[in-house]
């Protein structure tokens, strides 16, 4: 009788230990599981501003967001210079998406200000992703004579 109730509590704490070795596991492992979290940074972010060119307008757009290191729900300033061919491109409305690769973060557009020699200014902040994502991308939207080029800045936060 009394062997019984041994064996009995005994399968019980068994089946307790697992459970919660179970969720212990899925809480680590299930936690950065999302589509595009193997998507790399091409913008090193945390050492300066990134350079890119959109190659059939030949406008060279440098990128940056500060206050370093760039992490999230803090205010942010990003930055656009554009040039053509070595000259300041001041004429243009520049509005910065952030997404993040493969989920979905909702509607995130700073709009961005020509303060001088084709440099855009816009504050904004980057949301804390719940899945605890880092890779964000910044696609760089310019409207110019009723025409809209864009390129992309892949990038990590803190
Ligand atoms: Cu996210």
């Known amino acids: 009788m009394n062997r019984d109730i041994n064996a009995g509590s005994s399968m019980k704490s068994k089946f307790i230990l697992s459970a919660l070795a179970f969720m212990l596991s899925t809480c680590f492992i299930a ?22 060119e959109i190659e059939q307008e030949k406008i060279k757009v440098t990128f940056d967001i500060n206050p370093k290191p760039v992490s999230p729900m803090k205010e942010l300033i990003f930055s656009v210079t554009l040039a053509e061919k070595g000259s300041p491109v001041t004429d243009a409305s520049v509005i910065v998406e952030l997404t993040m690769p493969g989920m979905y973060m909702g509607i995130n557009s700073p709009a961005l ?17 719940p899945h605890g994502g ?25």
């Not at 913008?43 to 350079?51: L, P």
């Not at 910044?138 to 936060?157: C, G, M, P, Q, W």
């Open 134 to 158: 880092k890779i964000w991308m910044a696609e760089v939207k310019l409207t110019r004579h009723n025409k809209t080029v864009s390129v992309s800045f892949i990038f990590e936060v803190e």
């Open 31 to 52: 936690h950065p599981v999302y589509a595009g979290m193997n998507v790399t940074a091409d913008c090193m972010i945390k050492s300066g501003a990134c350079v890119r």
């Open 113 to 129: 200000v020509h303060t001088a020699d084709g440099r855009y200014e816009g504050k904004g902040v980057i949301q804390a992703c």
